[in-house]
Protein backbone atom coordinates (compact mmCIF):
# COMPACT_ATOMS: atom_id res chain seq x y z
CA UNK A 1 0.00 0.00 0.00
CA UNK A 2 0.92 3.38 -0.89
CA UNK A 3 -0.15 6.54 1.48
CA UNK A 4 -3.12 7.02 -1.55
CA UNK A 5 -4.48 3.70 -0.80
CA UNK A 6 -5.49 2.65 2.56
CA UNK A 7 -7.80 -0.22 2.41
CA UNK A 8 -10.26 -0.90 4.77
CA UNK A 9 -10.16 -4.84 3.96
CA UNK A 10 -6.39 -4.66 4.79
CA UNK A 11 -6.53 -2.67 7.85
CA UNK A 12 -9.23 -4.72 9.43
CA UNK A 13 -6.91 -7.91 8.68
CA UNK A 14 -4.02 -6.38 10.41
CA UNK A 15 -3.23 -5.39 14.03
CA UNK A 16 -2.71 -1.55 13.30
CA UNK A 17 -2.17 -0.56 16.83
CA UNK A 18 -1.07 -2.46 20.30
CA UNK A 19 -1.84 -0.51 23.24
CA UNK A 20 0.43 -1.05 26.07
CA UNK A 21 -1.00 0.26 29.52
CA UNK A 22 1.70 0.16 32.00
CA UNK A 23 0.77 0.24 36.14
CA UNK A 24 1.88 -1.31 39.08
CA UNK A 25 -1.54 -2.93 40.05
CA UNK A 26 -2.95 -4.11 36.75
CA UNK A 27 -5.52 -6.18 38.56
CA UNK A 28 -7.35 -3.33 39.74
CA UNK A 29 -7.66 -1.07 36.78
CA UNK A 30 -11.05 -1.38 34.73
CA UNK A 31 -10.02 -0.87 30.87
CA UNK A 32 -12.88 -0.35 28.47
CA UNK A 33 -12.77 0.91 24.52
CA UNK A 34 -14.86 2.12 22.12
CA UNK A 35 -14.62 3.24 18.06
CA UNK A 36 -15.45 0.80 15.21
CA UNK A 37 -12.55 -1.58 16.51
CA UNK A 38 -11.76 -5.32 16.91
CA UNK A 39 -9.87 -5.67 19.73
CA UNK A 40 -7.91 -8.83 20.94
CA UNK A 41 -6.07 -9.05 24.63
CA UNK A 42 -5.74 -8.31 27.19
CA UNK A 43 -1.96 -10.33 27.15
CA UNK A 44 0.58 -9.92 29.44
CA UNK A 45 4.34 -9.10 28.80
CA UNK A 46 7.29 -10.40 30.84
CA UNK A 47 7.17 -6.63 33.08
CA UNK A 48 3.13 -7.45 33.62
CA UNK A 49 1.73 -4.89 31.17
CA UNK A 50 -1.55 -5.40 29.71
CA UNK A 51 -1.44 -5.45 26.14
CA UNK A 52 -4.12 -5.28 23.59
CA UNK A 53 -4.07 -5.45 19.41
CA UNK A 54 -6.54 -3.02 18.08
CA UNK A 55 -7.30 -3.62 14.26
CA UNK A 56 -10.30 -1.38 12.17
CA UNK A 57 -13.69 -3.21 11.91
CA UNK A 58 -15.90 -1.46 9.85
CA UNK A 59 -17.42 -3.42 7.14
CA UNK A 60 -17.23 -7.15 5.99
CA UNK A 61 -17.89 -6.56 2.55
CA UNK A 62 -17.54 -3.98 0.01
CA UNK A 63 -21.61 -3.55 0.04
CA UNK A 64 -21.54 -2.96 3.86
CA UNK A 65 -18.51 -0.43 3.48
CA UNK A 66 -20.95 1.63 0.93
CA UNK A 67 -23.66 1.85 3.40
CA UNK A 68 -21.12 2.68 6.23
CA UNK A 69 -20.11 5.17 3.57
CA UNK A 70 -24.15 6.72 3.19
CA UNK A 71 -24.12 6.56 7.15
CA UNK A 72 -20.27 8.62 7.69
CA UNK A 73 -19.48 10.27 4.38
CA UNK A 74 -18.74 13.40 6.83
CA UNK A 75 -15.74 11.58 8.15
CA UNK A 76 -14.05 12.13 5.09
CA UNK A 77 -10.30 14.80 4.81
CA UNK A 78 -10.07 17.53 2.97
CA UNK A 79 -7.48 14.72 1.06
CA UNK A 80 -9.95 12.14 0.49
CA UNK A 81 -8.92 9.80 3.09
CA UNK A 82 -11.81 8.92 5.77
CA UNK A 83 -10.87 9.34 9.35
CA UNK A 84 -12.48 7.23 12.55
CA UNK A 85 -10.98 7.30 15.93
CA UNK A 86 -11.22 4.71 18.58
CA UNK A 87 -10.47 5.29 22.38
CA UNK A 88 -9.19 3.24 25.39
CA UNK A 89 -9.66 4.05 29.13
CA UNK A 90 -8.12 2.81 31.77
CA UNK A 91 -9.60 3.92 35.30
CA UNK A 92 -7.98 2.57 38.78
CA UNK A 93 -11.24 0.82 40.78
CA UNK A 94 -9.44 2.05 44.02
CA UNK A 95 -8.38 5.52 43.80
CA UNK A 96 -10.44 6.19 40.94
CA UNK A 97 -7.69 7.59 38.63
CA UNK A 98 -8.75 7.54 34.94
CA UNK A 99 -6.31 7.91 31.81
CA UNK A 100 -8.01 7.92 28.32
CA UNK A 101 -5.97 7.85 25.05
CA UNK A 102 -7.39 7.34 21.48
CA UNK A 103 -5.47 7.22 18.05
CA UNK A 104 -7.32 7.34 14.03
CA UNK A 105 -7.53 5.06 11.50
CA UNK A 106 -7.13 6.87 8.12
CA UNK A 107 -8.16 4.92 4.98
CA UNK A 108 -9.61 5.38 1.54
CA UNK A 109 -11.35 2.57 0.06
CA UNK A 110 -12.71 -0.83 1.03
CA UNK A 111 -10.68 -2.79 -1.14
CA UNK A 112 -8.29 -2.55 -4.39
Known amino acids: MN ?10 RITAFKVTIIDQRPDQLK ?44 LRESDGRYKVNFFFTAVDEKSKDRVQVGDSFFFTEFSN
Do not use: C, H, M
Open 31 to 74: VTYAGPISVSGPTKDSNGNLIYNVSLKIASTESAFDSWLDKNGN
Open 3 to 12: SADIYVKDLQ
